[in-house]
C-alpha cells in the first residue's frame, strides 16, 4: 500500500541526522531564553482563515464533516494562545514542528514540512529585532551555514513613502511586484512598478536601486520615514551585520514593522530563514500585543546539509552470542546499558557469521563476542569493526576501551 | 479565539516536563538498539481502515475532498513502511508522537494525543518478547513508576483451547467479554460467558480462574496448546518478572501471540503499556514478516507523574542592565552563550526591579547586573536569586560559580 501524496516517511538513517538538526536549533532558542511551547496539529477553521490570506486559504488540509482544519504556520497557531494567556512579558517561545499545506507536490516541495519558529511576544523594542537576527546567525553558522547575507528592511518606511506620494490604495500590487524584484530583476521591475507609480515612478524607482553604505540608503528614506528608519538605526546600532534592502517585503500577511531574510550568498541564493514584526497579528484572536519572530526553514537547510547517511543506527556494540550463551549476552548488555551505552543482542539465533553480518550492514562499530570460554571468566572478546582486531578481556576493560579512558 | 475541541496546548512548564519524560523514553529505546523512524500525520484511508477495526474506524479525521485521513496510532503505519522497504532484520524502530481519534473528550481522553512505541520487525523468537518487557520494564523505572505488575498470555493458547472444544467461532464474543474480567469480576464473567462456552463452561470456566505458580497454570494449559505454553516457558526463560495471565486478551485487533499488559499496583489499577505480537499484519501492506511491539501509554504516564510546573524556563541567567548597559549585556550573554548557559537579556528596556520581577517570575536561579562600575571594570555584580546573596567579580569568575565549580 502506499503513502499518501506529497507525504514522506524519514528512515532511521535520514532521521539520525534531522534529529542532529533539530536539536542544535532547540539548544541555540533554549540558550536565548527562549520556551517550547507546543499546540495541535488542528485549529478552528474560522482561526486559520482569520490570517491566512486567499493563497494559504486554498491550501487547507481541512476536516470532512466539522470545521477544523490542520495548521499551516506556526505563527497563528502561537497568536491564538498568546492572545489568551497570561504570560511574563516579554514570552519567548520556540516550536519545531509538521505543518501542512494542500498544494501541488513537487520536488523540494511538500504537503506536510517542518518549520522552527521562534516568537517574542510584549515588547516592541528594536532590542527583539536584534535579538532574533542575532540568534538566527548563530543557529545557521552552527548548522555549518555561514554563507548567508542578511537582508532587512522595515515595512513602516514603504508604508509611509506609499502615503508620502499618495498612493497607499495600490500597495498590494506594488508590495507583489516588490517581492519579485530579485527574480525579474530592476528593469524588469521598472516596467511593472510604472503604471501603479504613476507620476511618481521617476522619483521612487531610483530609491529602489540605491548603491551606498546602510547609512547611506537610510539618509535618503530618512526624508519619507523618520520613524521607520530611525527603527533601523537602532537594530543597526546592536546588531550590524546586516543590508538594509528597501525592496524586501517577504510576502503580503501580516508584518507590520521591520521584515528580515538571511540569504545564501554561495552556489545556492535562496532563503534559510527570514521573519519580521507583526504588531497587530494578536488582536485578531483576543488581546493585542506587540510581536516579532523568525522562522528557519527546515527542509531548506536538510536539503542543503545534504543526506548523510553515514550514520545507520545509534547502537556502539552488538552483543553476539554462541549458542547457549543468549542470557550471559542479555547480562552483558545491561552493563552496557548501565553506563548507557546502547546496545543490541541477537534476537534471531543466528550463527555468529550471521551475527557479525548484521552489525557490519548497520555499521555497529564494536561487537562483543561471548562464547563458553569467555563466559566462564567473565570476560568478552572485543572487536573493534573498522579495524577488524580483536582481543579478549574483562567486561570492565571492554568498556572502558569503548569509551577510550 | 478558542481552541478546536479535545486539542491541547501545551505551555513552557508542561513542555519542560513532557520533553524530559520523552527523552528519557527515546534514550531507553536506544539503548536497546532501537532507531528512530518517522511516518507522516496523514495516510491513505484504505491503509488507516486495512486494520482499524469498526471501532477506531468511526473515530478517523478524515480529510475533505481527499482520501485521506489522519493516522490513529504508530503501528499501521509502520506496518506500511516495513511491508514496503528492505532493512537488515531485525529492524527495531521507535516512534513517539501525536496520534488523532474523533471521540467524545472526556476527563484524561483528547482527541490528539501522543504515543511512544517501539517494534521489532522479523524475528520469531521469544526473545523479542523478552527483550520488549524488559525494554518497558527499564522506561518504566526510570520515569519513577515502580508500582507495576506484569501480565503475559499468548492469543495462541486461547486459539487452541477455543478450537480444543469446538467453539473458535465465537472467539469474538469470548474475547470481548475476557477482555472486560477484570472490570466485571470473574463471577460476573461466568455469567456472560456461559451461554457462549455451551456445555464446556463446566471445564473452561475454572480455567480462567487458577491460582498458582506460572509453571503450575502453564502445566493446567499446556494439555489443550503445548506450542503456545512453550512460547510463554521461553519468555518466563529470560525474562522471570511476569504474571502469566490466561484471561488478558488486549483488544481484539491484529495480536497473533504473546500479548502483555503493565497494570499499576498501587492507587492506580489502570494499564501503563502494554502490547504484544502481530505476525500477520505486515501482509496486509505488503511483504510478510513476524512482528511484535510494545506501546507506552505516554498521557496515563504524565497523568501520573502529576503535573510539575515547579520549573518555569530553562533560562539559568538573567543579564540585567542599567541604563547605557545593554551593548555590554548582550556581550556578557554572548560569553555566557558561548559556555552554553542559556541566558537572557532585557528585551523591554526596563527598570532594574521591573527586571529582578520578570526573573523572579520565571524563577531564572542566577540574576547578572551590569551597571557603569561593573561595565568598565569587566564584571558584574551576581546575584543568587534564592540567597538573595550577591558579589561583584570578573565574568569568568561568575561562570564558574553559577558552574559550582
Redesign the interface.
Known amino acids: 500500500?502506499?503513502?499518501?501524496k506529497g507525504?514522506?516517511?524519514?528512515?532511521?538513517p535520514q532521521?539520525?541526522q534531522?534529529?542532529k538538526v533539530f536539536s542544535v536549533l532547540a539548544?541555540t532558542y533554549?540558550?536565548?531564553?527562549f520556551?517550547?511551547?507546543?499546540?495541535?496539529?488542528?485549529?478552528?477553521l474560522?482561526?486559520l482563515r482569520?490570517k491566512s490570506g486567499e493563497e494559504i486559504a486554498g491550501q487547507l488540509?481541512?476536516?470532512?464533516d466539522?470545521d477544523?482544519g490542520?495548521r499551516f504556520d506556526l505563527t497563528v497557531?502561537l497568536s491564538?494562545?498568546a492572545?489568551?494567556?497570561s504570560f511574563?512579558?516579554?514570552f519567548?517561545?520556540y516550536q519545531i514542528g509538521?505543518v501542512?499545506r494542500r498544494e501541488e507536490p513537487q520536488k523540494g516541495r511538500f504537503?506536510?514540512f517542518w518549520q522552527a519558529d521562534a516568537d517574542?511576544i510584549?515588547?516592541s523594542?528594536m532590542?527583539?529585532e536584534?535579538?532574533l537576527l542575532?540568534m538566527a546567525s548563530?543557529a545557521l553558522r552552527r548548522l555549518g551555514l555561514c554563507d548567508f547575507k542578511i537582508l532587512l528592511n522595515n515595512r513602516r518606511i514603504l508604508n509611509s513613502l506609499l502615503d508620502h506620494f499618495g498612493i497607499s490604495e495600490k500597495r498590494g500590487g506594488i508590495f507583489r511586484t516588490l517581492d519579485k524584484i530579485d527574480k525579474i530583476g530592476y528593469a524588469s521591475a521598472c516596467k511593472s512598478l510604472e503604471p501603479l507609480l504613476g507620476e511618481s515612478a521617476g522619483e521612487i524607482m531610483p530609491l529602489f536601486n540605491l548603491e551606498g553604505t546602510n547609512e547611506e540608503k537610510l539618509a535618503e528614506f530618512g526624508k519619507y520615514s523618520p520613524e521607520g528608519t530611525e527603527e533601523v538605526r537602532q537594530i543597526l546600532?546592536?546588531f550590524p551585520d546586516f543590508s538594509f534592502e528597501p525592496t524586501l517585503v517577504r510576502g503580503l500577511g501580516y508584518y507590520s514593522g521591520p521584515v528580515f531574510e538571511f540569504k545564501g550568498t554561495g552556489e545556492y541564493s535562496g532563503s534559510f530563514a527570514g521573519g519580521g514584526r507583526y504588531d497587530g497579528l494578536l488582536e485578531?484572536?483576543?488581546k493585542g500585543a506587540p510581536a516579532a519572530g523568525v522562522s528557519l526553514g527546515v527542509e531548506r537547510i536538510l536539503l542543503l546539509l545534504g543526506e548523510n547517511m553515514e550514520k545507520?543506527?545509534?547502537?556502539d556494540v552488538f552483543v553476539a552470542t554462541l549458542p547457549g550463551q543468549?542470557?550471559k549476552g542479555?547480562e552483558v548488555a545491561k552493563e552496557l546499558?548501565k553506563e548507557?551505552?546502547?546496545?543490541?543482542?541477537?534476537?534471531?539465533?543466528r550463527s555468529l557469521k550471521k551475527q557479525l553480518d548484521?552489525a557490519r550492514?548497520?555499521r555497529i562499530p564494536w561487537v562483543m563476542v561471548i562464547g563458553e570460554k569467555e563466559a566462564e571468566k567473565n570476560q568478552v572478546t572485543l572487536r573493534d569493526m573498522d579495524a577488524g582486531e580483536e582481543e579478549t578481556l574483562p567486561i570492565a576493560k571492554a568498556i572502558m576501551k569503548i569509551r577510550r579512558i
Open positions: 500500500m502506499k503513502r499518501a507525504m514522506r516517511d524519514f528512515l532511521p532521521m539520525m534531522r534529529e539548544e533554549r540558550e536565548f531564553g520556551q517550547p511551547l507546543e499546540t495541535p496539529a488542528l485549529e478552528l474560522s482561526t482569520a488540509f481541512e476536516i470532512r466539522s477544523f490542520m497557531p491564538r494562545v492572545a489568551n494567556t511574563p512579558k516579554p519567548k517561545r509538521p501542512w504537503r506536510e517574542i510584549g515588547s523594542s532590542r527583539v536584534a535579538e542575532e548563530t546600532e546592536l485578531l484572536y483576543g545507520k543506527t545509534y547502537t543468549y542470557q542479555i546499558r548507557r551505552i546502547p546496545a543490541e543482542t541477537d534476537l534471531m539465533g548484521y550492514s548497520l
